[in-house]
T-cell receptor, first 114, second 111 residues
Framework: DTEVTQTPKHLVMGMTNKKSLKCEQHMGHRAMYWYKQKAKKPPELMFV???????INESVPSRFSPECPNSSLLNLHLHALQPEDSALYLC?????????????FGPGTRLTVL | QKEVEQNSGPLSVPEGAIASLNCTYS??????FFWYRQYSGKSPELIMSIYSNGDKEDGRFTAQLNKASQYVSLLIRDSQPSDSATYLC???????????FGAGTTVTVRA
């Protein structure tokens, strides 16, 4: 099973709202990632979690706050977003981040910020 | 120079033909190479991974890797309309968390 699940599929929020994106994998992967993808662009890395600890923050604004409650779950908390943050948010997982093994993406959450 | 470059699209091929996608990378120590397929509005789906020189076949897909020339390609044989998508080449360097993507090549298979 190479499935990563994400909820919700779609999210519309105002600039003053607080919302959360959720991601889950049951492949026993120890690395999990958040990506942002704008139309006609490749995915852009935001955060890397390794063994439930935040390893990499790619200079992401603090209005995005990741959380890893356990080895299977990854959340992305959103607060005071801007319209330019509207994008497809992708969660991914891999066995670990150093071995170069396959990275599997979830179906994504389509976020619209009004 | 971009880290990963793909042949510019869009690429239009007739149904039943071979679609050929190319990707070059700049870092000689790259060790892992992936092709993702992404349908419009959907997430990237891993379709091929290749780690050593040569060809790797999976159904109608063949990935070819040449580390000396720093290129990796994807052939889609007997192209079907369902193959119409954007194909992303991705490359990983040892002990690096980054997965470097090319800009993608959009393929349209016309009936």
């Amino acid at each position: 099973d190479t499935e990563v699940t994400q909820t919700p599929k779609h999210l519309v929020m105002g600039m003053t709202n607080k919302k959360s994106l959720k991601c889950e994998q049951h492949m026993g992967h120890r690395a999990m990632y958040w990506y942002k993808q704008k139309a006609k662009k490749p995915p852009e890395l935001m955060f890397v979690y390794s063994y439930e600890k935040l390893s990499i923050n790619e200079s992401v604004p603090s209005r995005f706050s990741p959380e890893c409650p356990n080895s299977s779950l990854l959340n992305l908390h959103l607060h005071a977003l801007q319209p330019e943050d509207s994008a497809l948010y992708l969660c991914a997982s891999s066995q670990d981040w150093a071995s170069g093994r396959e990275r599997f993406f979830g179906p994504g959450t389509r976020l619209t910020v009004l | 120079q971009k880290e990963v470059e793909q042949n510019s699209g869009p690429l239009s091929v007739p149904e039943g033909a071979i679609a050929s996608l190319n990707c070059t990378y700049s870092d000689r120590v790259s060790q892992s190479f992936f092709w993702y397929r992404q349908y419009s509005g959907k997430s990237p789906e891993l379709i091929m991974s290749i780690y050593s020189n040569g060809d790797k076949e999976d159904g109608r897909f063949t990935a070819q890797l040449n580390k000396a020339s720093q290129y990796v390609s994807l052939l889609i044989r007997d192209s079907q309309p369902s193959d119409s998508a954007t194909y992303l080449c991705a490359v990983n360097v040892p002990n690096d968390y980054k997965l470097s993507f090319g800009a993608g090549t959009t393929v349209t298979v016309r009936a």
